[in-house]
């Protein structure tokens, strides 16, 4: 079990908090009379509602109302007089509220003394309120009842939104994840825990600013780079923290479903009803039934976007062999050495990266290099392994490997370059070659590569029919075929390349870079 471990994700950004205080609902009352901000304060004294208690703000201008409103997230309801510094103040105020701070989910209600001012048809036709009420009406028990139905209303609107934002969130998260098989493992980790704490964060009653919500992704099969944790940093070798996750995985196991204790999430990554993992979080807070179906969807989503990425890893590697397969293959034919095609894709890397070719591109262009006579195989050893001078009729068999190769390779769209390569590597650059007779930039510069470390490579090689030449005869070849044969600029790289390698004594950069990869796709 390999083990992934993070608290304090940053919340997104530009998105809103979500209300922190859930002992009580916090409540604006705007009044420039004291009086009645006074009964109000009576009336509320006891007032309860789905378990919580109401926390009183009080104004006595829209102007004051206003700045408590800017430094009090949260408030579900206000209470608003009309008529106070202006005629019009408080209808002012709504106007600012749902136009200005586009706040549609705060209940308003407007309760004024002085109908005259604001007749109550007029202001529901005009200003997007809640309730309108006179004061002369709304007595005590009537104010109770008003305020319990308004904040009724305003969670009620709050689960919609906190669904919504949920399931956007959820949604928005599977382009994230499903990027990372181009990448590294350990970026989809990051990703999937920064995603399921995000919707924690907007979805759950998460309470404790001392005590963030932190947790880890454990998964059977993938390793996991370390991450920051409240504790410092938890490595693959944290004993601890891999057995614990194991127990939770044999906890899931036995359950068959998440769990939520306490204040910590279970949840079960499965593929085929099978766990390949688990997500485990804690101090989330309570969840309602919405939310657990919200996090029970994000870890299908992250299950299969895991799935997603180990199907790829194996596609990747089965792509990979096949090329090797083919390789040899070919090389069986028509080599004793059985290096060849190593050098030759070490020397096109290099000779790629020399040219200012991707990591990526010189990766696949050193791949395609292996199959570059592919073809051969489709020629007879008679020819193929003639010792002597071949005659012109031979030689125009020989001059089939090309489009033989082309065609193998043609049937998949992932050899791309090495159908390329495998079609023009006997190309010039003076447009002379075979099988099409291209000129300069006409031929692929992965194929104008590999027919120079490929002439090289046959230069200072043994042949049945002839002896290997020096690697200063070879290169002093290469340099007078640059602009007849050859693509010049690729000599000169592939020539820079040769030079430092005599004088780094370096490795395979093919088979470093094969390496690295592998490494980065296991962690
Ligand atoms: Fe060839």
């Known amino acids: ?77 206000a209470l608003i007089d009309v008529v106070m510094e202006t005629d019009d103040a408080g209808l002012k105020l709504v106007q600012t509220i749902r136009e200005e701070f586009q706040d549609h989910t705060i209940r308003l209600i407007i309760r004024t003394g002085q109908p005259g001012h604001a007749p109550e048809r007029y202001v529901i036709d005009n200003y997007d ?20 139905s308004a904040l009724k209303s305003y969670r009620d609107l ?23 098989p181009l990448g590294e493992t350990s970026n989809f980790f990051r990703e999937a825990l920064s995603q399921v704490v995000r919707l924690c964060e907007v979805t759950c009653h998460h309470e404790n600013p001392v005590s963030p919500i932190s947790g880890f992704i454990a998964t059977h099969d993938h390793c996991v780079l370390t991450l920051q944790c409240r504790h410092g940093q938890v490595s693959m070798d944290d004993l601890a923290v891999k057995s614990l996750g194991e127990r939770l995985g044999n906890r899931v196991a036995g359950e068959g479903m998440m769990l939520d204790v306490a204040g910590q999430i279970i949840l079960p990554l499965m593929i085929q009803h099978k766990i390949i993992g688990v997500i485990y979080l804690e101090h989330v807070g309570t969840l309602s039934e919405n939310e657990r179906s919200l996090l029970e969807v994000f870890s299908i989503q992250c299950a299969n976007a895991l799935e997603n990425m180990r199907l790829y890893d194996a596609l990747e590697g089965a792509n990979r062999n096949a090329m090797r397969m083919l390789a040899v293959a070919a090389e069986f034919k028509d080599s004793e050495t059985g290096d060849h095609v190593k050098r030759l894709a070490r020397q096109t890397v290099e000779t790629a990266l020399e040219l200012g070719c991707s990591n990526e591109d010189a990766m696949e262009m050193g791949q395609a290099s292996m199959m570059h006579d592919i073809g051969k195989i489709g020629i007879p050893d008679a020819i193929l392994l003639k010792p002597g001078r071949l005659t012109d009729d031979e030689f125009e068999v020989i ?10 390779l043609a049937e998949d769209e992932r050899f791309k370059v090495a159908l390329q390569v495998a079609l023009s590597h006997h190309e010039r650059w003076d447009g002379t070659g075979y099988p099409m007779g291209l000129k300069g930039e006409e031929i692929p510069l992965s194929a104008r590569i590999v027919a120079v470390v490929d002439v090289f490579d046959a230069l200072v090689s043994v042949r049945p029919y002839k002896k290997a030449w020096s690697v200063a005869q070879a290169l002093e070849e290469i340099q007078r075929g ?18 430092n390698r005599g004088e780094k004594k370096s490795g395979n950069p093919f088979n470093e870079m094969w390496s690295r990869r592998a490494m980065d796709r296991k962690k």
């Not at 689960?159 to 990372?180: D, F, W």
């Not at 007849?484 to 592939?494: I, R, Y």
């Open 482 to 499: 640059s602009g007849s044969h050859f693509d010049p600029t690729v000599v000169e790289a592939f020539l820079k390349t040769h030079h």
């Open 158 to 180: 709050q689960l919609i939104e906190t669904s919504r934002k949920g399931l956007e969130m959820v949604l928005n998260a599977a382009p994230g994840m499903y990027l990372h």
């Open 1 to 77: 079990m390999k083990i992934i471990r993070k608290s304090n994700v940053q919340p997104v950004a530009g998105e809103s908090p979500p209300m922190r205080d859930h002992t009580s609902w916090t409540i604006l009352v705007v009044d420039d009379d004291p009086d009645v901000l006074a009964i109000t304060r009576i009336s509320l004294k006891d007032f309860r509602f789905s378990g919580r208690g109401a926390r009183l703000l009080f104004a006595q201008s829209a102007k004051e109302a206003l700045e408590i409103y800017r430094n009090e997230p949260g408030i579900a309801l």
């Open 129 to 148: 309120i809640d309730d309108y009420k006179e004061k002369t009406e709304l007595t005590s028990i009537k104010l109770y009842t008003t305020v319990r």
């Open 399 to 408: 001059k089939s490997h090309p489009g033989i190769g082309a065609a193998i």
